[in-house]
């Protein structure tokens, strides 16, 4: 895929990398040696505790949502609009009943306003927590390098799993979230990115390691030059990661040889809130190899809102008697209109192509070969309707 060399990707000084002259820092700087290394404070609260820490910021929410005029009970607020005063049960229910009549008195314009003003916070508090967690991901999966390779060097058999098992017991850290940890921090810019969060990087370290030829040094910003992703124009982080989630679905179709499908349909079906999974994958390399077009895949989830699934659990052989009953069906709705003088009615030529590549997907996986493009078609004096004795 061409490389867009000239695209400035590189958020060098930007997002987490130490930018300035690369000394080491100030005394008591991560590494530095005036002091020892300090932690932010990271005892989870108890539930009551983030209950009333919830219940506060609710309470202020749904005051500045109401107004100060006209509270219920003895709820008192300063200049700020911040409530002062301690908030009994029953002036909680009070306040909470006086937000719900207002919403049911709203237009749409303000309702609008509601719902974009409380997702947008929303958004953003997500964000903020994203990277930061980025950064302490990115942290832990270095520490947990560089235990493994200590205990690499040692005749312990399952020493690194043995020591996590024994060290790691509160909090518990499973095995896939080590290696989690682990991939994010074995990219060599990753620093660079931590904005990300912990999620997205960890889909974009699998991804990186299927490619053989991106720079070592530099392989997200490498990526993002690949498939012509400028973070730079996004507005905000949310955006960021869809950006790169676009990269990241891109670089699976090509990975998995899956051609034809442009960056435009892919980013429309991301749109609709799929993320491409392993059946997705497949059934798009079926229809190619079967000589349709993947992209139609998408386009049909796009225009539906919905991936065809099967429902319940996968029994084969039910499926192969409901296919068989189902193609006769076809077969003999197929045969009334090829008998009919004329076929009125919409019928979409594009579900047609599509049934017609699905099934060729299906005989590949039979191991039976298509037909080709010249096999003649039956004779509509042949009688389809007609079964075969079993």
Known sequence: MEQHQNQENDFSGFMGATGGTGGPGAP??????????????????????????????RINMFVGFTGAAGLPGNIQVNEHGQVTSPVSPEDEAALN???????????????????????????????????HNGNRAYTVGKALLRVEYILSSRTIKNGFETWCS????????????????????RIADALDYVVLGIEKLAALSTVL??????????????????????????????????EIGLGITM???????????????VRK????????????????????????DPAKYLEKIIETQKRPTVSGS????????????????????????????????????????ALIQDLNALKLRLGVTPPSETTPLPSQDANPTEHPES
């Open 209 to 242: 390691k299927r490619f053989d030829n991106l720079d070592p040094q530099h392989p997200i910003r490498d990526f993002t030059m690949r498939y012509n992703i400028n973070l730079m124009e996004c507005p905000d982080v949310e955006e960021m990661r869809f």
């Open 269 to 292: 079906f991301l749109e609709t809130g799929f993320v491409l999974e392993k059946r997705d994958l497949e059934a798009m390399k079926a229809i190619h190899d079967a000589g349709g």
């Open 97 to 131: 009943e006086k937000v719900l009549v207002k919403i049911d008195t709203m237009g749409p314009d303000e309702l609008k306003n509601v719902i974009v003003t409380n997702t947008m916070a929303i958004n953003a508090a997500t964000a903020d927590v994203d990277a």
């Open 166 to 185: 024994e060290n790691l017991i509160k909090p518990r850290i499973s095995k896939r979230t080590r290696g989690k940890y682990m991939d994010i921090a």
């Open 314 to 353: 996968l029994n084969t052989r039910t499926l192969s008697k409901n296919i068989m009953e189902q193609a006769q069906e076809i077969r003999d709705t197929v045969a009334e209109l090829l008998k009919a003088p004329k076929i009125t009615g919409d019928i979409n030529i594009d579900r047609i192509d």
């Open 28 to 57: 008591g700087s991560f590494g530095g040696p005036a002091n020892p290394i300090t932690y932010p404070a990271s005892t989870p609260l108890s539930p009551d505790e983030l209950n009333a820490k919830v219940r506060t910021e």
């Open 251 to 265: 670089a699976k179709l090509e990975q998995n040889d899956i051609p034809g499908v442009d960056k435009d349909c």
